[in-house]
């Protein structure tokens, strides 16, 4: 199903973006989504910090810039959050750091990164 709507999006000159949803995800998927990511279908990739490092578990550099190195490969933007210390984002060469905007007590972050 995945398959066919990145597809069907491609064929309508579609971006296609793809949030890495949980850590839990990531390991239980693994493999299938680094050959979603590596097939060059996905334009823009979001990950936490937790995501990222399921990601990479097990090479050498496993952490969020590694990780955004690795999505900036495949993907045309890349998006690695960072909570309380913002973001950094990768599209062709160019990597900014963009500062988290204030300071806050989350009670719940549930949909924290559909906010983003």
């Keep these: 199903v995945i398959q066919a709507a990145i597809r069907f999006a491609k064929q309508e000159g ?3 973006s793809l949030d890495l949803a949980s850590f839990e995800m990531v390991r239980n998927s693994k493999s299938e989504l680094r050959q979603l990511l590596e097939s060059g279908n996905i334009d823009l990739c979001f990950a936490n910090e937790d995501e990222a490092a399921e990601l990479l578990r097990g090479e050498q550099e496993a952490g969020p810039e590694a990780a955004l190195e690795f999505l900036g490969r495949h993907c045309r933007w890349a998006v690695v959050t960072l909570g309380s210390k913002g973001c950094i984002a990768k599209h062709d060469k ?4 963009i ?13 924290a990164g559909d906010l983003f």
Excluded: C, K
Excluded at 94 to 97: D, L, S
Excluded at 99 to 111: C, K, Q
């Design 14 to 16: 579609l971006s296609v």
């Design 94 to 97: 160019e990597v900014v750091h």
């Design 99 to 111: 500062s988290a905007i204030g300071e806050t007590v989350a009670t719940d972050a549930t949909g």
